[in-house]
């Protein structure tokens, strides 16, 4: 079952957008002066990519399968470690360059906007099949937010850079993680058919009784 | 003779009369698209909050409306054009050609570019060109400035977004590439910090749809890098048709094909020669004014 689940997943975009991630992170790691800019963007890839994983374009037949929504998000969540392991190439890259960033936020910013990705795909994906397309931009366009909107980057850092004011981006990814821990598991419990859908797709009779 | 004349006369009046419905109709749904809308607000928001705020050089402004019209617009067309993708096995049997329809949808970067040009009237009333904030360029390289910065990325973002999206089937194509423009922008802008003369690096940081022209020197005066504004805005403009061209280039046929790709190809060797006049052109050292 592992193995086909895995097999079905939509390896060409977490993987090709992992490869953009690293190309804009490498270059990060080869001109510190323009690390805290590219850094912040490669995980802002690194989202969109984890927002891709759980895309399965016959959703229509897969979500009627035995196999519980929870345990197909566990299994797809396994690719996860591909914007993971991206991320960390980046990081070791920029370590051996020398760059002086604190590692340990700079680790915990990667797995939060990591999981911020795949929270954001969990969600969508109880309402579509393909949620990566949605969710990704989704999660970019909040990533990107402190970068292109100089009025968010006085309230929140999401990358742990030198700079003042505003909440620090430990306190943002420790409560980003903590939200998203909550939403990926009600939208793995809550991922079945729902009512509604079934309603609409077998509409009552007027008068109809119920046996 | 005379009536396969009247025929093809009649053809292209047929031609016109579908492609004004298309193109108001595509506007339409791209004027009502949430993304756009969020751009326009936004870009509305930040030149407001902006307004009274102290600016030591307008690069430290005039990035957001590129950001937003361009960027964001971008996208928004990007959807736009992906929308159609799944109604073409029955689109793609009317009478009317993909080109056609994809010429509509080009149309729709009217409307971005009328919101930056409006911007642009907004920006001059803030910043007037005989502000000390445009550093050492002449009155007209200071216009060439804003126009390159505001107005034209306003135009080329939808065009960009309508040729991704008749090539390109990946859903997240668009932020990807925002992204990377973005990502590539910054880069070269901070590899400029550095080396403010340097040739090379002033061909990378043009070799770009947005590029910044200005500095605030540690001396506080604000100092212009190299390189031409007219000419740059000449590369943008080249870069739009080099978009609409690849756009049209998707399901056009026979003729039409071959004078695409014609147009194509001389289109892509004027935007070189006008990349090279833009790098050499102008100021060719960083002054500070």
Known sequence: MIRPMLRAGAWPAVVGVSSVAVVVGGCGAAFPAAATVLLPVCFALLAAAAAFTLDEPASLVVDVTPTGPARRTAIRAVALLAPLAAGALVLLAAALRGLALPWAAAGLALAGNVLLGFAAACVVRTRTGEPGGVAGAAVVLVLMAPGLVPQVARWVRTFPAPGTGGLSSDTVWWTVLAVCAVAIAISARGRRLSRWRVRGAIPPLPGAVRP | ?289
């Open chain 2, 1 to 289: 003779m005379t009536t396969a004349l009247m025929a093809a006369r009649h053809q292209t009046g047929a031609g016109r009369t579908t492609f004004v419905p298309l193109a108001a109709r595509e506007m339409r749904r791209f004027v009502l698209n949430p993304v756009f809308l969020f751009a326009v607000v936004m870009t509305m928001w930040v030149a407001w909050s902006r307004a009274g705020a102290a600016v030591t050089e307008i690069d430290e402004v005039n990035g957001y409306p590129a950001v937003f019209l361009g960027g964001f617009g971008m996208m928004a067309a990007y959807c736009l054009t992906r929308s159609m993708r799944a109604s073409e096995p029955v689109a793609g049997v009317t009478p009317t050609s993909r080109p056609a329809r994809t010429a509509a949808l080009c149309w729709v970067a009217i409307v971005p570019f009328c919101c930056g040009v409006l911007t642009l009237f907004g920006f001059l009333h803030s910043y007037p060109v005989g502000d000390a904030v445009y550093g050492p360029f002449s009155p007209s390289a200071r216009l060439a400035v804003l126009v390159g910065q505001i107005v034209v990325p306003s135009l080329g973002g939808p065009l960009l977004g309508v040729a991704l999206g008749r090539w390109v089937r990946f859903p997240g194509a668009a932020f990807v590439l925002f992204l990377v423009i973005f990502g590539w922008v910054e880069l070269v802008t901070i590899l400029t910090f550095s080396r403010p003369d340097s040739a090379p690096i002033a061909v990378l940081r043009l070799f770009s749809p947005f590029a910044f022209f200005t500095d605030q020197a540690d001396s506080g005066a604000v100092m212009a890098w190299r390189g031409s504004p007219w000419f740059f805005i000449g590369w943008q403009l080249a870069l739009c048709a080099i978009a609409v061209l690849v756009a049209l280039l998707r399901g056009a046929e026979g003729p039409v094909r071959t004078r695409v790709i014609r147009a194509l190809a001389i289109t892509g060797a004027a935007a070189v020669i006008l990349l090279m006049l833009a790098a050499t052109g102008g100021f060719t050292h960083a002054v500070a004014a």
